[in-house]
């Protein structure tokens, strides 16, 4: 059973659930004059939930991520992220908006001319913490993704799953309320894909709310978590019991 | 194994510069060096129109003219005697025939002169340097002594000296302007460039969260730098060129019009400080007005 957006939160508001860390408003977007490739968006994100963005390659889950972490403005509708309303919250607001989030790109977007470990720890230096201060947590988590012996790599040295890895680690590094990640086990092994997966819900399971894109059926299947669904610019929400 | 991390210092967040920075460098420096000898010339032209302008304001030359059967010479020593007394004034003293003469060599040839051609006899006049006496003061001893007598003060000239400095500090401040806004555009246009060419690594520092200021600050720093760099290469070239005229030239410079004096090379240390600054605001607006057409 599908169950369009304005149930989904029409649940929301009988049952007093807290305000979402994001919500869509019959959102649309396009790109310059070219037709929409979103339509009518209308959903929200609960706190702590798990979802997956699934659909036909070129159905706009790239564009949906790209609007949920500000890379663009929607053309039509309302986005609230945090609570805030994008389309009033000043452009100098969006940073600290921004840094609550943690954004792992399909293309990885790692900074060539950073070492490993200065691309993992850029959210933490952003934010005006110190060397001494991030360092530790910033080698652990390296660690962790398994690029404890590859700190000072630098990017065009590594592989592609080692990149996968770089781009989650640094999505993840400032323990963002809000994950996004766009395909991020496509160019990794089975294994590698499982513990990235395991990562996410031990993010999730502490508080960050989470938001895949992807193609990898297995995965969705074995994390059972609602998909949001594009299909030709529209969105559909399916719980996991109903697939 | 594990690297150890804590020796490392964390890399520059911007992409390094590009081989076009070198081009910047250098035009960014010729603009300073241009600059600079503007600022050696104006300091030293200005030096030679306040010398000048103090030594006319220190004499003042008087034109007799004999009344009845006074000769001229007499005359001209009668007005020395009654202009030396005046107040405001050091020594006055009457111009003899022979110099005279000479002054008017250049319209009346070098050959000798009748005896009785009416020469004008001129009376050299200086003034007390603090509290000279004006020219309406030595007109009126001078008609108390019944001398028929015209005073010239240089006033006229000094008046065209002063004006003449006014123009030339103007026009070296119209040059400094013109050099300083060419440096900032060219600034702001590899600002912008260097944005547009880094805007991969822009958005990722975007969407990471970095402020726009940042962001600026980061253009801000690396053009100020190279500015600052650029100023010092130009200051001490044209240090060099200022020295060498002032050791060539010895304290009259190479021409009397700019004496260079060892100190005007101090006008040339701020050259740095306003390079950068200028550098820095360019790269700051310009960055800040580009990343606001990002989103």
Avoid at chain 1, 34 to 43: G, Y
Avoid at chain 1, 77 to 93: K, Q, S, V, W
Avoid at chain 2, 236 to 245: L, N, R, S, V
Wanted: include cysteine; proline fraction near 5%; aromatic fraction near 6%.
């Amino acid at each position: 059973m599908s169950r369009n957006a304005q149930t989904f939160e029409a649940d929301e508001e009988a049952y007093g659930d807290p305000e979402p860390v994001l919500r869509f408003d019959n959102v649309s977007m396009r790109y310059g004059r070219a037709p929409e490739v979103l339509r009518d968006l209308s959903f929200s994100l609960e706190p702590g939930s798990f979802h997956f963005v699934t659909g036909a390659s070129g159905a706009g889950k790239s564009s949906l991520l790209k609007l949920i972490y500000l890379a663009h403005r929607p053309s039509r509708g309302l986005i609230t992220l945090f609570g805030r309303d994008l389309a009033t919250a000043p452009r100098r607001d969006l940073p600290f908006l921004r840094r609550r989030i943690g954004v792992v790109f399909q293309e990885f977007r790692l900074l060539e001319h950073l070492s490993a470990f200065d691309n993992v720890a850029l959210p933490l230096r952003l934010a005006g913490r110190k060397l001494r201060a991030y360092q530790g947590d910033v080698a652990e988590l390296m660690a962790w993704v398994g690029l404890g012996g590859r700190m000072h790599a630098m990017p065009a040295t590594l592989s592609g799953g080692e990149k996968q890895r770089l781009a989650i680690a640094r999505a993840v590094v400032g323990r963002p309320d809000l994950l996004l990640a766009d395909e991020p086990t496509g160019n990794v092994d089975d294994e590698m894909a499982a513990r990235i997966l395991r990562l996410f819900m031990e993010l999730n399971r502490v508080g960050t709310t989470v938001v895949i894109a992807t193609h990898d059926r297995a995965m969705v299947e074995e994390a059972q978590m609602p998909v949001l669904h594009l299909d030709n610019g529209r969105l559909s929400v399916f719980e996991p019991e109903a697939r | 194994m594990t690297d150890a991390p804590a020796h490392r210092r964390p890399g520059p967040l911007l992409p390094p510069g590009q081989a076009s920075d070198a081009g910047l460098v250098f035009v960014v420096a010729v603009l300073c060096f241009f600059a600079c000898l503007t600022a050696l010339a104006v300091g030293s032209a200005d030096r030679a129109a306040r010398g000048w302008r103090t030594d006319l304001q220190g004499s003042a030359t008087v034109l007799v003219r004999p009344k009845g059967e006074e000769t001229a010479d007499a005359a001209a020593a009668r007005a020395a005697e009654t202009l030396a007394g005046v107040r405001g004034v050091d020594e006055a003293a009457a111009l003899e025939r022979a110099r005279a003469e000479a002054l008017l060599r250049p319209w009346l040839g070098s050959g000798d002169l009748p005896d009785d051609l009416p020469i004008p006899r001129l009376v050299t006049v200086e003034l007390t340097r603090n509290s000279p006496a004006g020219a309406a003061e030595l007109d009126k001893a001078l008609k108390a002594a019944g001398i028929d007598a015209t005073v010239d003060d240089h006033s006229l000239w000094v008046r065209d000296i002063v004006r003449a400095g006014l123009w030339a500090r103007g026009a070296a401040i119209a040059v400094f302007v013109l050099m300083a806004g060419a440096a900032a555009a060219v600034i702001a246009f590899a600002t912008r460039a260097g944005l547009e060419s880094r805007r991969e690594a822009i958005e990722v520092l975007h969407i990471a969260g970095a402020e726009d200021r940042y962001i600026a600050g980061l253009f801000q720093i690396r053009f100020g730098r190279m500015a600052a760099a650029a100023g010092l290469f130009a200051a001490a070239a044209a240090a060099m060129i200022g020295a060498a005229a002032r050791i060539l030239g010895g304290g009259a410079g190479l021409t009397p019009v700019l004496p260079v004096a060892w100190t005007d090379l101090l006008l040339l240390l701020p050259c740095p400080l306003i390079a950068a600054a200028v550098a820095a605001l360019a790269a700051r607006s310009a960055a800040l007005g580009l990343l606001k057409s990002m989103t």
